[in-house]
């Protein structure tokens, strides 16, 4: 029987597609989905286990936890707030650092270098003990007392590292853009600051904004050191949660509801953070 090639229409057997692989943000939902599901029901099998093991005349795990949740919800809220005023103003100092990174003048470039190498290499604990002991409580300008709270002092303690990083993203971001556009630049007659502002930095901003989301990713979860020099953060509360009611079974419930705050959190920017890098194609 000879066989060959037609130009007629053929009609081929069916064949069932293969399943879609999860791609895209597909599969990193239903990750930190499976995640948090996994926390919960490592949370509620602490919740259980500290019902069980609970004095018999004493409160059931799930009232205490109940009464003491809005408390560390507010002290983790704060703890967002310090991440917040924190990025701000590390972010503001370490663009202006960045770009002087990048400054003709050698001496000014030099020491923004200088700087952001201390500052980044720092221990943030340790910069956060400087602001708050060498920072005074207050300022007297013209006859006012200002107070200069705890808090304020650990936002400034916490910029120091986070603008330091703040100026390597952006340094990285500028020395990303070929030097084609500089030269480009320069043949119409635009000066260096024209050229920053108008040209390099607009194509440089979207780079920048991965690592950006990253560093304040990780900023959150270290707003927790706050507490370690006495601010009433979300730590701070459940610590002082579990002294007031002196049951140590409740340690493992109430620490993994503060984690289950700051997971439910930190996670979505992590995932918005490889999205925008993909979309970007921003390389590691």
Same mark, same amino acid.
């Given at each position: 029987?000879?066989?060959?090639?037609? @130009?007629?229409?053929?009609?081929?057997?069916?064949? %069932?597609?293969?399943?879609?692989?999860?791609?895209?943000?597909?599969?990193?939902?239903?990750?930190?989905g499976g995640t948090l599901a996994a926390f919960?029901? #490592?949370?509620?099998?602490?919740?259980?286990?500290?019902?069980?093991?609970? $004095?018999?005349?004493?409160?059931?795990?799930?009232?205490?936890?109940?009464?003491?949740?809005?408390?560390?919800?507010?002290? /983790?809220?704060?703890? !967002?707030?310090?991440?917040?005023?924190?990025?701000?103003?590390?972010?503001?100092?370490?663009?202006?650092?960045?770009?002087?990174?990048?400054?003709? =003048?050698?001496?000014?470039?030099?020491?923004?270098?200088?700087?952001?190498?201390?500052?980044?290499?720092?221990?943030?604990?340790?910069?956060?003990?400087?602001?708050?002991?060498?920072?005074?409580?207050? /300022?007297?300008?013209?006859? #006012?007392?200002?107070?200069?709270?705890?808090?304020?002092? =650990?936002?400034?303690?916490? %910029?120091?590292?986070?603008?330091?990083n703040v100026s390597e993203i952006v340094r990285?971001?500028?020395?990303?853009?070929?030097?084609?556009?500089?030269?480009?630049?320069?043949?119409?007659? /635009?000066? $260096? $600051?024209?050229?920053?502002?108008?040209?390099?930095?607009?194509? =440089?901003?979207?780079?920048?904004?991965?690592?950006?989301?990253?560093?304040?990713?990780?900023?959150?979860?270290?707003?927790?050191? !706050?507490?370690?020099?006495?601010?009433? @953060?979300?730590?701070? !509360?459940?610590?002082?949660?579990?002294? =007031?009611?002196?049951?140590?079974?409740?340690? !493992?419930?109430?620490?993994?509801?503060?984690?289950?705050?700051?997971?439910?959190?930190?996670?979505?920017?992590?995932?918005?953070?490889?999205?925008?890098?993909?979309?970007?194609?921003?390389?590691?």
């Open positions: 029987m000879r066989t060959g090639s037609t @130009d007629l229409a053929v009609l081929l057997p069916y064949r %069932a597609p293969a399943p879609i692989a999860p791609s895209g943000m597909a599969a990193p939902v239903l990750l930190g919960a029901i #490592l949370f509620g099998a602490s919740l259980a286990l500290a019902q069980v093991t609970a $004095r018999p005349a004493g409160e059931s795990a799930v009232t205490v936890l109940l009464r003491w949740a809005p408390l560390i919800f507010q002290g /983790f809220l704060f703890n !967002i707030l310090i991440s917040f005023l924190s990025m701000a103003l590390g972010t503001i100092v370490g663009l202006l650092v960045g770009i002087a990174q990048v400054s003709l =003048a050698s001496a000014l470039r030099k020491s923004a270098w200088g700087l952001t190498q201390f500052f980044r290499n720092a221990p943030w604990l340790v910069l956060l003990f400087y602001a708050m002991f060498l920072l005074p409580f207050e /300022f007297r300008i013209f006859g #006012l007392t200002i107070a200069f709270p705890a808090w304020v002092k =650990a936002i400034i303690g916490l %910029a120091l590292p986070v603008a330091a990285g971001g500028i020395r990303s853009i070929p030097a084609g556009q500089w030269e480009s630049a320069e043949a119409l007659a /635009f000066t $260096r $600051r024209q050229t920053m502002w108008m040209i390099i930095l607009p194509q =440089a901003f979207k780079r920048m904004i991965p690592p950006w989301m990253n560093l304040y990713a990780i900023l959150t979860m270290a707003t927790t050191l !706050i507490s370690v020099v006495g601010i009433q @953060d979300g730590l701070t !509360i459940t610590r002082a949660a579990l002294v =007031a009611e002196s049951r140590p079974e409740l340690m !493992i419930p109430m620490y993994l509801l503060l984690l289950l705050m700051f997971f439910a959190y930190c996670y979505p920017i992590a995932r918005a953070t490889l999205a925008l890098e993909r979309r970007f194609n921003v390389k590691a």
